[in-house]
């Protein structure tokens, strides 16, 4: 063999070489990306399920009793309330409370207090949602079903 062959044969080898590597590497990417979509998917399933059962309890709880504007009794009980107020006017009422005192500094604390504890129940909140997540994930990876069978919403 000539020394141009052996060069020829050698740039040829590392050609396939790179060749075979960035066929695995694009299949390596298509599996991961193809993993990352399931999971997505799995996920908002998920979502899903818990905002369907959710919205099952809400409804069931029949919290949203209310009236509207018109139906509410008017609270002079006359007429001048529908339209334009032609009415004398009446006796002053009793006078208001009293404003915020000079040293309102107790009450701006306990307003900080107030939203330190908001957050704290936020980051709890996030913090269970995450566990049950993960616990889904692992689940689906060792073939158990986590999750309760999804009920339709207008059962």
């Known amino acids: 063999m000539s020394t141009t062959s052996t060069v020829l044969l050698f740039i040829t080898s590392i050609c396939g070489i790179a060749i075979v590597s960035s066929l695995l590497v694009a299949g390596s990417l298509f599996f991961d990306a193809q ?8 996920e908002m399933e998920s979502f899903k ?20 504007r018109e139906e509410e009794d008017k609270p002079c009980g006359c007429p001048c309330a529908n339209g334009p107020n032609h009415c004398p006017p009446g006796e002053a009422g009793p006078p208001g409370p009293p404003g915020l005192p000079e040293n309102s500094a107790v009450l701006l604390d306990s307003r900080r207090f107030r939203a330190q504890q908001v957050d704290r129940r936020r980051q709890a909140v ?14 689906k990876k060792d073939n158990v079903e986590a999750k309760p069978p999804r009920n339709n919403v207008n059962e």
């Not at 399920?49 to 209310?66: E, L």
């Open 49 to 68: 399920h818990y905002s369907d059962v959710a919205w099952k309890d809400m409804i069931s709880s029949n919290t949203f009793d209310r009236k509207k």
């Open 126 to 139: 996030t913090e269970k949602w995450n566990t049950s997540v993960k616990k889904n994930r692992l689940a």
């Open 35 to 42: 993993e990352f979509l399931e999971t997505s998917l799995d």
